[in-house]
């Protein structure tokens, strides 16, 4: 898919994915053609939460981003104890869900 979408957009996707019952999603990885700030990504009613070693792991074990550092990125639980990782770099941003922690 060839489409570009904006800040607003991408938060209200992750706002969904967080309300929901959603079991299926392992991530969402979006590029943009010009950087987006990151203060543009409007998360606190998502209670967001920085990296912490007590709940997950820097990187998951496999996968696209099993080489990727995630520790720079939000975490967000649900209320059904899924957590996921919403990051924000220079032109990507990626929402990665934890089914595996550790």
Sequence with gaps: MNHEFSAIQIVAFVTEWFN?????????????KKPIPR??????HLNPMPF??????RQPR??????????GGFDILRSDGLLATFQVWRCNCALYVWHQRF
Excluded: V, W
């Excluded at 929901?20 to 943009?32: E, F, G, I, P, V």
């Design 20 to 32: 929901s019952t959603n079991t299926k999603l392992n991530y969402l990885r979006m590029h943009a």
């Design 39 to 44: 203060e543009r990504f409007q998360i606190a």
């Design 52 to 57: 912490c070693e007590n709940r997950r792991r």
């Design 62 to 71: 496999t996968g696209p981003f099993s080489k990727t550092d995630l520790s």
